[in-house]
Nanobody, 121 residues
Framework: QVETMESGGGSVQAGGSLRLSCAASGRTASSHFIGWFRQPPGKEREFVAA????????DYADSVKGRFTISRDNAKNTVYLQMNNLKPDDTAVYYCNGYVDFFSRRTFEDWGQGTQVTVSS
């Protein structure tokens, strides 16, 4: 059962910004950790960022540190990803998902449709 709906993607030029939103429901909404992931064209899905339920703990992939910021609004069951200084390598379909167990990096099995981000040079 899909429990996430991603939105906010689009096409931007390098150096631009986008803000992605992830509306969560069910088990995902109550997950202690929720993460953003992306799948570049022709590549495997990869981790981007994660945030704890209290927002006290965050984690980022090295490739996005200093450019992306993850945040969470529990009242709205929504997780955001602010992406600044976008690069062509950030082009991908972006997904969010809850973690069954963050320390083993195991997520729920079902994935939403994602939102496409395209960055042109």
């Amino acid at each position: 059962q899909v429990e996430t709906m991603e939105s906010g993607g689009g096409s931007v030029q390098a150096g631009g910004s986008l803000r992605l939103s992830c509306a969560a429901s069910g088990r995902t909404a109550s997950s202690h950790f929720i993460g953003w992931f992306r799948q570049p064209p022709g590549k495997e899905r990869e981790f981007v960022a994660a945030i704890s339920k209290s927002s006290a703990s965050v984690d980022y992939a090295d490739s996005v540190k200093g450019r992306f910021t993850i945040s969470r609004d529990n009242a709205k069951n929504t997780v955001y990803l602010q992406m600044n200084n976008l690069k062509p390598d950030d082009t991908a379909v972006y997904y969010c998902n809850g973690y069954v167990d963050f320390f083993s990096r195991r997520t729920f099995e079902d994935w939403g449709q994602g939102t496409q981000v395209t960055v042109s040079s």
